[in-house]
Every structure is written in structure tokens, then in C-alpha cells.
């Protein structure tokens, strides 16, 4: 289920960068960075609050006992870290409604939903 949570970070990431975490020419040269490098936090520190990027940060972690145990907490930790985004202070409101950021609920609903989805699959084999 780690491995998991490690891939709806990545897809977390994106959804929310329009970037991959890692960029590299070569397969072998991007599997290493996905092995040894931290992910750059910067582009998510623009675009959402301080309790999203832990989360992906921890959805990255190389370490998969620092990473959400499985579907069913990244999903909740998610719903938190959204509802977080939706009270953040006055720059993020007047980012919001200059066009940035809109998205970001419903991509964490979607991702919220996969996770549970699939912890449910998991939990009925």
C-alpha cells in the first residue's frame, strides 16, 4: 500500500504543478532521481498551503514508514489538507480568484475518492 501512496503523491504532485516531480533524459537517470532525490517543494509552495505539501512531501518520502500507511490515510489527510487550502489566508483567497488554485478541490476529491476506492479493494480481498 506504501508504493501506492508513493504513486498518488506523484499524481498529487502533478495534478497540482502541471510538472512531474522529476525530470530526466533517461529512464535509468529518472528512476534514480525518483530513489535518491527529495522532490522540489517550491512549485507546490505556490500553488497550495503548508499542510499539502507535507503531505506530499511525506507521499514522496524515500522511506516508506514515513509515508501514509496506506489509501485510507492519505485519503483522510487529504480532505484535511484541502479543507486547510479552503480557509487559507487572503493571498491564497485573492490567488483563488485570480484563477490559480480553482482546481485543487476537485483534484483532491478525485484523489481522496481513488484512495478510498482502493483501500476498500484492498480491505475485501
Known amino acids: ?52 505539501v507535507r503531505l506530499v512531501a511525506a507521499c514522496l518520502a524515500k522511506t516508506p514508514a514515513e509515508r501514509p500507511a496506506d489509501g485510507a ?20 483567497a485573492a490567488r483563488r480568484a485570480a484563477g490559480g488554485g480553482g482546481s485543487t478541490l476537485l483534484v483532491v476529491s478525485l484523489l481522496a475518492a481513488a484512495a478510498a476506492v482502493g483501500a476498500l479493494l484492498l480491505a475485501m480481498r
Request: with cysteine; aromatic share 6%.
Open 1 to 52: 500500500p506504501r508504493a501506492d501512496v508513493y504513486a498518488l503523491g506523484v499524481m498529487l504532485y502533478e495534478c497540482l504543478t502541471d510538472q512531474w516531480p522529476f525530470n530526466a533524459p533517461e529512464a535509468r537517470l529518472l528512476l534514480r532521481k525518483h530513489l535518491e532525490e527529495a522532490p522540489p517543494l517550491e512549485p507546490l509552495r505556490a500553488e497550495v498551503g503548508d499542510r499539502m
Open 73 to 92: 490515510e492519505f485519503a483522510r489527510a487529504l480532505r484535511a489538507a484541502a479543507r486547510d487550502d479552503d480557509a487559507g489566508d487572503e493571498a491564497d
